[in-house]
């Protein structure tokens, strides 16, 4: 390298060190204090090992029994998320000025209360799957929905991110959503509560907010949103219910946004495609969008030809 680059080179670094001293977020230099997200990652990935027992190989060890294979991986989850937990309690206004014993103990705690609702999260997912086998006819087995529908793991995730959620713990739940979102186009806050027998087909494009509520046997299509009405307020809407309420056997098409934290989408309500819902919609409803137009346009040497959908309309509740 010759002496010009590396002259170039300190005056970059001496003009970066500078530009560090400003005070700003983005210059917090906090060594070894956020959570590492590949762990987190290795985490949530080690936990499906554990959740699905029979489908996932461990490739860190070689074991001969279920008992072994399951006590190792819990050996290895129960290090690391005492770790990484500790390292994000302190975000937390509970633990903020907490010494460093008070937060090992509660990591410690939190990390046992969380691997011992492993169980019931195994039971809503079991129904998860049935929920997909049950509603989709392209589903080949139950074995096709566990290792490769992308609505399934985002679900599961989902449920693991909640559990961490409501024990209080903070950035880890979310980063394991993320990785979900960033792998499946499926983007579900981790406050979210969601019933059993959920089943989301195909799933890219879908958002879920933070407060919103999902019943059992609901079923969500790609591009669906289940959103806030307004954010403007930002930080004063924190805790606040932004985002709906979908009740019991409910099924949104594809385009649907649901928003608003006072919405309530009554029971067996059927939400058709790129429906726009700001209101309660009463039980057994269905819902589109009505007098649809579609345009033919040929070529410039032919007009355009308007057709309105026709609609069997008692088969529709009128937003």
Known sequence: ??????????????????????????????????????????????VKIVVYPGYYKNRHYRTYTVRNNISLLLEDIIYNLIKQTAIVLRYSPVYENADTDSIAHAAERITFEFLEKIPKIREYIDTDIQAAFDGD??????????????????????????ELYLLGVPLIPRIMTEHAHSVTGIDIHPGTTIG??????????????????????????????????STKGGQKW?????????????????????????????????????AFI?????????????????????????PVERKEIEQDESWYYNI
């Not at 762990?39 to 990935?45: F, G, P, R, S």
């Not at 006819?137 to 679900?155: F, H, Q, R, S």
């Open 137 to 162: 006819p392209a589903a080949y087995n139950k074995d096709e929905i566990i290792c490769t529908y992308p609505g399934l793991y985002a679900i599961f995730t989902s449920r693991i991110a909640h």
């Open 196 to 229: 059993k027998y959920f089943f989301i087909d195909h799933g890219t494009g879908i958002v879920i907010g933070e407060t919103t509520v999902i019943g059992d046997n609901v079923k969500i299509y790609q591009g669906v949103t289940l959103g806030a009405l």
């Open 1 to 46: 390298m010759s002496e010009n680059i590396n002259q170039k080179i300190n005056a970059l670094a001496d003009s970066l060190m500078e530009d560090y001293e400003k005070g700003r977020t983005i210059d917090e230099i906090k060594m070894f204090e956020y959570p590492d997200k590949d762990i987190v990652i290795d985490i949530l990935e080690k």
């Open 238 to 274: 924190k805790n606040v219910k932004r985002h709906p309420t979908i009740s019991d056997n409910v099924t949104i098409y594809s385009g649907a946004s649901i928003l608003g934290g006072e919405t309530v989408v009554g029971k067996g309500v059927v939400v058709g495609g790129n």
């Open 278 to 302: 700001t209101t309660s919609i009463p039980e057994g409803a269905r819902v589109s969008v009505k007098s649809q137009e579609l345009l033919y346009n040929y070529d410039a040497g032919h």
